[in-house]
Nanobody
Framework: QVQLLESGGGLVQAGGSLRLSCAAS????????MGWFRQAPGKEREFVAG????????YYADSVKGRFTISRDNAKNTMYLQMNSLKPEDTAVYYC?????WGQGTQVTVSS
């Protein structure tokens, strides 16, 4: 059983940056791919970015490509999401997922 804990959310002005972290425990972190998802009020949860076990293959939703960067540090059992040039439409609860587990989410609010 994997346990995931997100951190780093907050309130930021449009054009600003935030860095989310996802700390994992309970299973060998380097054995599973990881991803970030988000859910805005009244909308379904959507894929944001994904990364393979080694961290050398990454995938992004078109809406965040070029602005967000996903990475992982297997030695620290942690995945990251660097979010730059944030827009109000990026406002959502952000969740990390991997190893058949989900975190509890962290709120990101972008003001215009």
């Amino acid at each position: 059983q994997v346990q995931l804990l997100e951190s780093g959310g907050g309130l930021v002005q449009a054009g600003g940056s935030l860095r989310l972290s996802c700390a994992a425990s309970g299973r060998t972190f380097s054995s599973y791919a990881m991803g970030w998802f988000r859910q805005a009020p009244g909308k379904e949860r959507e894929f944001v970015a994904g990364i393979n076990t080694f961290g050398d293959a990454t995938y992004y939703a078109d809406s965040v490509k070029g602005r967000f960067t996903i990475s992982r540090d297997n030695a620290k059992n942690t995945m990251y999401l660097q979010m730059n040039s944030l827009k109000p439409e990026d406002t959502a609860v952000y969740y990390c997922s991997g190893g058949n587990g989900w975190g509890q989410g962290t709120q990101v609010t972008v003001s215009s």
